[in-house]
Structure formats: structure tokens, C-alpha cells
Nanobody
Framework: QVQLVESGGALVQPGGSLRLSCAAS????????INWFRQFPGKEREAVLC????????YYDDSVKGRFTISRDKAKNTVYLQMNSLKPEDTGLYYC????????????????WGQGTQVTVSS
């Protein structure tokens, strides 16, 4: 069964850090492009940071530049989103999603999604 499972969301103070995990089962994550999306209450999901299996490049939203990084752990079949210098506006439900080939900012182009993990940045 193909499945993505996110974890690592929590309540954290502004300026703090979190590492989200996206673990895959039923397929090899290293062969797929992975994008982290987030959704704010009442808003559409937006792409945050993507790592492409096609060219190994990373694509990010400007709002997370210099603060968030994405990495793969092939042995654990997991992709991580390291989030530093968190701000209250980073609060949201974070999802990982996978597709073949290149990164896309359009969620409809992704084949598999996790259930999401909540990140809350508040003092």
C-alpha cells in the first residue's frame, strides 16, 4: 500500500525550530519528487519547498528562503523539512506530496499525499 505519513508538527515559540518528517511506504521516495505544502485556515494549500527527482534541484517559496531546508534520507525512505527561525505566519497544516519528474507548485499534479501535521508558532 502506497502511503506518506508526516510527523513532527508541534507548538513552538517564534524563532524556534522544527523538523518535519515525511515517511513513505509502498514505494521508494528517492525516485519521486517531493513537495511540502502548507495550508492556512480558510486558504488554499501553497507550495513551500520542493526537491526534484528529475534534476535534484530545490524550489522554494520566497517566504521560507534562508529559513527552511529540505533533505532526503534514502536509508529511511524519508524526506525532511527543517524549519528554522519560525514565525507566527508559518502556522498551518503541513503536507508532503509526491509526483514523478519535476517540481510543480500545483497540488493537483501530485499523486500521493500525507494526512498533514500541524505546526503552530506562538508565544
Amino acid at each position: 500500500q502506497v502511503q506518506l505519513v508526516e510527523s513532527g508538527g508541534a507548538l513552538v515559540q517564534p524563532g524556534g525550530s522544527l523538523r518535519l518528517s515525511c515517511a513513505a511506504s509502498g514505494f521508494t521516495l528517492d525516485d519521486w519528487t517531493i513537495n511540502w505544502f502548507r495550508q492556512f485556515p480558510g486558504k488554499e494549500r501553497e507550495a513551500v519547498l520542493c526537491i526534484s527527482s528529475a534534476d535534484n534541484r530545490q524550489y522554494y517559496d520566497d517566504s521560507v528562503k534562508g529559513r527552511f531546508t529540505i533533505s532526503r534520507d534514502k536509508a529511511k525512505n524519508t524526506v525532511y523539512l527543517q524549519m528554522n527561525s519560525l514565525k507566527p505566519e508559518d502556522t498551518g497544516l503541513y503536507y508532503c506530496a509526491s509526483r514523478r519528474n519535476y517540481c510543480s507548485a500545483y497540488g493537483a499534479r501530485y499523486d500521493y499525499w500525507g494526512q498533514g501535521t500541524q505546526v503552530t508558532v506562538s508565544s
